[in-house]
């Protein structure tokens, strides 16, 4: 949960001009996301949670952000031009409803709802106020190899895509998870969280705009004292450019891992190939971001940490400020988000 990567600062933006606030405090992606915005020159002015713990302990790390009362207070305030969140997945649709309605665009965490009901909603009031309900899916925007591949895909140095393969493993770590994180009307599933990862990813790289879930499958192999856990899920797509996809997310990183999981992902390519070995690059290099790469001309190995960045949240600000639409299109995010929900209405519960 506590995922946080720190890039050099590189503002898009003077002084000021991007004021911004916290409401939700319920997942630790948040403090990525403030990075992220704080290093692209936004300005953090407010946060708010009802648990004063959580609040406080935001606060050390972001000592520039005032505590508010309420999350009136923050949706009041008129400087403020966007709301980042990380509440519990059923509820961030709810509180980005909330803040387009005050004319804020909104930043959530990944996944950015939790049913068909909250998609439809989300996409009226997106169409209504003209606000952006963007979404911060960190394991492409916030991974310099995943950021890196996409930039050589656009280069042509594999082809046209065709099949995207990821693995998304994650350390349980139970006793320290909060209560909703085991109750799946709170969570999503396995598919609609940690999956939506993987689905934004094999929608960017393909350069598909939309797609279908063909086969979906969800298991509880080992957690049966936590009996809304799902702790195992792989999916099958495909995208209507013609690209295939194939991923698989569990709970089950060992703890001999260096890292809270070995994420993983292999693009197929008509002229080439490409592997990403995200975080870790096991019993080699515990650094991660390490790009393997096939091509015509031979076999290639590039370590990329530390020298790409992370466009996303510069673009995002930009758009925020210029009404514009680089970082992400909103029908991607929300694309995402509907086969998310698609692949978990629709999965085999292969063990329960």
């Known amino acids: 949960m506590d995922y946080a990567p720190i890039g050099p600062p590189s503002p898009v933006c003077g002084p000021g001009d991007f004021p911004f606030a916290v409401v939700g405090l319920d997942h630790d992606h948040i403090y990525g996301m403030c990075n992220g915005l704080t290093e692209a020159g936004g300005e953090l002015r407010w946060a708010y949670d009802p648990d004063p713990a959580k609040l406080e302990r935001f606060r050390r790390t972001f000592p520039q952000a005032e505590a508010a009362r309420s999350e009136e207070e923050v949706l009041d305030d008129p400087a403020i031009v966007l709301v980042a969140g990380a509440k519990v997945p059923s509820e961030r649709a709810a509180l980005g409803l909330r803040a387009m309605d005050h004319g804020k665009d909104y930043f959530t965490d990944k996944p950015p709802l939790t049913s068909e009901d909250q998609l439809a909603a989300v996409r009226a009031k997106v169409e209504q106020t ?51 994180f085991f109750e799946k009307e709170r969570y999503g599933g396995i598919l609609c969280d ?29 957690h049966k004292d936590h009996p809304g856990l799902e702790d195992f899920g792989d999916c099958l797509l495909v995208g209507d450019t013609g690209a295939a996809g194939y991923f698989r997310v569990d709970w089950f990183t060992p703890d001999g891992l260096s890292i809270w999981g070995d994420g993983r992902a292999l693009l197929l390519g008509t002229e080439g190939y490409i592997e990403l070995r995200k975080y870790v690059d096991v019993a080699r290099d515990t650094s991660g971001d390490h790009v393997y790469l096939v091509d015509g001309r031979g076999e290639h190995h590039l370590e990329v940490k530390g020298k790409v960045g992370f466009p996303y949240f510069g673009q995002l600000v930009l758009d925020c400020l210029n009404r514009t639409e680089v970082a992400m299109s909103q029908r991607h995010a929300l694309t995402a988000a509907e086969l998310c929900i698609a692949a978990e209405r629709q999965a085999e519960v292969i063990e329960s």
């Open 130 to 180: 003209g606000r952006k309900y963007a979404v911060y899916y960190s394991e492409r925007l916030h991974v310099e190899s995943a950021v890196f591949a996409g930039q050589l895909i656009e280069r042509g140095a594999i082809g046209r895509v065709v099949q995207v393969m990821g693995t998304g493993p994650h350390r349980l770590n139970a006793p320290a998870r909060p209560s909703w």
């Open 194 to 222: 940690i999956g939506s990862h993987q689905i934004e990813q094999f929608l960017f790289f393909t350069g598909s705009t939309t797609g279908r879930v063909v086969a979906s499958r969800v298991a509880n192999y080992a």
